[in-house]
């Protein structure tokens, strides 16, 4: 199984402010896709940001985009203009291009954000 | 409006008793999954199904079974509820294979006294 490491248990952000999540993973696949997944306080788990191994470039979406380093296996989430409804759990998750169907979770960050 | 849909919300269960969590989706995935979540510990996937009438052990599958009779249901069983199993629990789906995500249910809250 893959392994998905999220180190920050919370972060903090002022309103209006940039703020960097890390997520790290375990794996010897050369091909597979990653995500971030946002879980505000009504428990709904919302699709942030994807990322498919192979694409060099960083995937972006608004005001959320993503570092990706292959080499270091690390894929952290950076969030700009931070607004009060960014304030949720964040989880990264990995999903292999080959072995099943299976995704991997991290144990996730709580982001709270200050006004 | 195509999703996942989880029934119940929530339940307060005696230990001993058995439960099954319901879970449709209507988006003709072909791989469902159940994750539950617990804090600190993030999601972990109890069991899953890569296509109907097939079914997988996921991290955590002692206590549950799961069936796939069809693509849109995916039910959840405990046989004998313990309170370690008070959880939230997901049901999620996917297209197989790619950077398709996974779409999840609202949750069930499970409280096993």
């Known amino acids: 199984a893959q392994t998905v490491t999220q180190s920050q248990p919370e972060m903090s952000v002022q309103e209006a402010e940039t703020v960097t999540l890390s997520c790290t993973y375990d794996?010897?696949?050369?091909?597979?896709?990653l995500f971030w997944y946002k879980q505000p306080p009504s428990r709904q788990m919302i699709l942030v940001i994807r990322?498919?191994?192979?694409?060099?470039q960083n995937a972006t979406e608004n005001r959320f985009s993503v570092n990706f380093q292959k080499a270091a296996k690390s894929f952290s989430l950076k969030i700009s203009d931070s607004q009060l409804g960014d304030a949720a759990m964040y989880f990264c998750?990995?999903?292999?291009?080959?072995?099943?169907?299976?995704?991997?979770f991290g144990t996730g960050t709580s982001l709270t954000v200050i006004p | 409006i195509a999703g996942i849909t989880q029934a119940p919300t929530s339940q307060i269960l005696a230990a001993g008793r058995r439960m099954t969590l319901r879970c449709t989706q209507d988006?003709?995935?072909?791989?469902m999954y159940w994750y539950r979540q617990d804090l600190g510990l993030g999601l972990r996937l109890i069991h899953y199904?890569?296509?109907?009438?097939?079914?997988g052990k996921g991290e955590v599958p002692d206590g549950y079974s799961v069936s796939r009779a069809n693509t849109d249901d995916f039910p959840l069983t405990l046989a004998s509820a313990v309170p370690s199993q008070t959880s939230v629990y997901f049901c999620?789906?996917?297209?197989?294979?790619?950077?398709?995500?996974?779409?999840f249910g609202n949750g069930t809250r499970l409280t096993v006294t």
């Open positions: 990322q498919e191994a192979y694409k060099q």
């Open positions: 998750a990995y999903r292999s291009a080959y072995s099943g169907n299976q995704f991997y």
């Open positions: 999620a789906s996917s297209d197989s294979w790619g950077e398709s995500p996974l779409h």
């Open positions: 988006m003709r995935h072909n791989a």
């Open positions: 794996t010897s696949e050369s091909d597979y896709y």
């Open positions: 199904s890569n296509t109907a009438g097939t079914t």
